[in-house]
């Protein structure tokens, strides 16, 4: 007690400066969909992609709303105000949460699936919204859903930290699509387009299919590459890899056009450097056995971090790298162990860059 009474103007002060303003508005689904369309309210710009719902929980969500049954708040942030005058093209608000029922409703409207697994309103099974009876379009139209809106005050990391805290949904978000919804900026759109890169998405072995692209993991590799490359990133980690991160992403967010110019540059040489190597998978991870190093995996984030490195210094030196180069790495116990086990952890972090910087 009395350390926290010595504290109590520290608490008042993080307390204030933390304490979210918001207002409570309805908004028709009708006004909801055209806002939508008009990008005023904006959704992941990458929702199709990234919806995550089938379309039987999408329809579960429908037949909910036509039966009145009551459904959570959807939690909006304010961007830019109000009297604010800005491009038709320029959302003023963006989804916190509820983005999944958003874009189930957009869908629907839209015609983008029929509705099945319905089990009070059986009938409507196989019907789009064009085939609804005039009635229950109406229904729909003028059906309500309640929103929480977060003033436009509120900085970045405490819209992220909302958006942690509200995620409970029946499908969690990954932490990237966390940052997609709240991290917004220039450097947001560039490791979007990087990561789209077709040697780097061959390197860390994203095929199309892969659940790992719904999860975002291609843009938050490109994310770690830089918070941890640029400016020798990597000497600010002090543990809790998920918050530095998003830490890190908040500040490249600031860097102008010049220097994110910069960034694009070093990230596509090193691919071209990988690419022009003998190396089909350069961020592998090795074992050392009885018969020599045998590869365990084509991918390994933790390697990522190091061969990163590597690649960079070899761009520096304009020295081709080779897969002897990398392999080399893992004849070093301690730089295996870095990339096993409690890879997040501050010192492993260090030990395999230190070990990658001294080859």
Known sequence: MTILKSNLDELQKKAKERTVKTQTIEYDLETMVKKIKKNVIKLNPDYQRRHRWNNEFSSRLIESLILNIPIPFIYISQDIDVD???????????????????????????????????????????????????????????????????????????????????????IKLEQQELRNATCRGPFKTLIKKLSKHSEFVKFVDL?????????????????????????????????????????????????DKKELKKLEHNFLSVMELLSDSDIEYPFSKYKNSEDGLIRVSKFNSAVFDAVSFVAIKFLKSN??????????????????????????????????????LEL
Not at 325 to 354: G, Q, W
């Open 84 to 170: 604010e005058e800005i491009d038709d093209d320029v959302s003023r608000y963006s989804v916190i949460d509820g983005q999944q029922r958003l874009t189930a409703i957009y869908n629907f409207f839209n015609n983008g699936y029929s509705l099945e697994s319905l089990d009070v309103l059986s009938p409507l099974n196989g019907c789009y919204y064009r085939d609804l009876p005039p009635f229950l379009v109406r229904r729909l139209e003028e059906r309500s859903i309640r929103c929480l809106r977060i003033d436009s005050t509120a900085d970045q990391q405490v819209k992220y930290d909302i958006f942690e805290r509200l995620n409970s949904g029946s």
């Open 207 to 255: 095929k199309p299919e892969s659940a790992r692209l719904t999860k975002m993991e291609d843009e938050e590799l490109v994310l770690r590459y830089f918070s941890l490359t640029y400016n020798e990133g990597y000497k600010s980690y002090k543990g809790n890899f998920k918050k530095f991160l998003t830490e890190r992403m908040i500040y490249l967010n600031t860097l």
């Open 319 to 356: 020295q081709n790298i080779k897969h002897y180069d990398i392999k080399k790495l893992f004849e070093d116990p301690e730089f295996y162990d870095a990339c096993d086990v409690s890879t997040s952890h501050v010192k492993k972090v260090n030990m395999r860059i230190s070990k990658a």
